[in-house]
């Protein structure tokens, strides 16, 4: 077989590569045909390590890829669940799709999940050459801002910049109970494979009769449910957060079905080195809550607190 690579697939690993063009080849098959020369760049027999370039030629042997095992989703389901993610994507171009996650929409396929948006990529390619590709995930729970890469090229940019930190994330959350300080950062050791200390800086934006903190948050560190983890461990849970649910005096968790945690914003660089940033309007539930409570906070008082150097950790908060 024989295929020529463009810009969407270059400067990549030639084994991952293949592995990508056919799901599930093991690794020590690609390395027997590449010592007998039955994988070859430009007509020349080469390496697995090597980075393919735009107009590079590559045969390979007709691998037989393993299909996935589909499971049978209802079309109406996906229809609706379709309609619902195109009615809020907020900003798209060549290399990106930014979407508004409605709560209770899961990113990926999960034992209990059986609908996502990974089912929805095909209907995402619009008019790209590429099937989109998701490079981060918020929790099902979590309503807010998700970044949909268009390219393999853009995959791999936005990756890299969530793995080095450089994709700035600020959230809103409805706290069951009043931190001790109105602003501060919660450190500790959430255990994982390499059992490395995580951060999230926070500011209360309104305290709500005593009882709730309406709050924004940074995490400077990535950890699986790392907000609902450190709000949890600071006595004040998400409210609705079933999960992490803490049995304080006057809890009121039990009567909401919703987790009233948002990504709200996010401040990133295109590819072609432009600052942008995205924001994601507060969920219908976020909004009645504070409405219920008499609370009315505009986007232009939040945004103040995200330019903070509170945040920024640069002069109240030393790491």
Not at 104 to 133: M, N, W, Y
Not at 191 to 198: F, G, L, V
Request: proline share 3%.
């Amino acid at each position: 077989m024989k295929f020529q690579i463009d810009l969407s697939d270059s400067d990549q690993r030639l084994d991952k590569w293949i592995k990508r063009k056919f799901l599930k080849v093991p690794q020590s098959l690609l390395e027997k045909c590449c010592r007998k020369g039955q994988i070859k760049l430009n007509g020349k027999n080469t390496k697995l390590s090597y980075k393919i370039k735009v107009g590079d030629f590559i045969e390979t042997p007709s691998f037989k890829s393993k299909k996935r095992i589909k499971t049978n989703i209802n079309k109406n389901d996906l229809r609706i669940l379709k309609k619902k993610i195109i009615n809020n994507i907020i900003y798209k171009d060549n290399d990106k799709i930014i979407i508004n996650k409605p709560s209770g929409v899961a990113v990926h396929r999960g034992t209990k999940t059986l609908l996502s948006i990974c089912d929805l990529l095909d209907e995402l390619q619009f008019d790209s050459k590429e099937k989109p590709r998701i490079v981060h995930r918020i929790d099902k729970e979590t309503s807010g801002l998700l970044i949909i890469a268009r390219t393999y090229k853009s995959s791999v940019y936005f990756s890299k910049e969530f793995n080095k930190k450089k994709i700035e994330k600020f959230y809103i959350a409805i706290l069951n109970g009043i931190p001790k300080k109105n602003e501060g950062k919660m450190v500790n050791q959430i255990k994982d494979n390499k059992n490395k200390t995580s951060i999230t800086r926070y500011i209360i934006l309104r305290k709500i009769e005593k009882k709730f903190s309406f709050i924004l948050l940074k995490p400077e560190t990535g950890k699986k449910r790392q907000i609902r983890k450190h709000c949890f461990q600071l006595g004040c849970p998400i409210v609705g957060d079933k999960k992490f649910l803490k049995k304080l005096d006057g809890n009121k968790n039990i009567k909401y079905n919703k987790l009233f945690l948002h990504a709200y914003k996010l401040k990133i660089k295109s590819l072609d080195n432009k600052k942008e940033d995205f924001t994601a309007p507060l969920p219908n539930h976020i909004i009645k809550f504070l409405y219920s409570h008499n609370v009315y906070i505009k986007e232009n008082c939040i945004n103040k607190f995200v330019k903070s150097d509170i945040l920024k950790g640069v002069k109240k908060l030393k790491n």
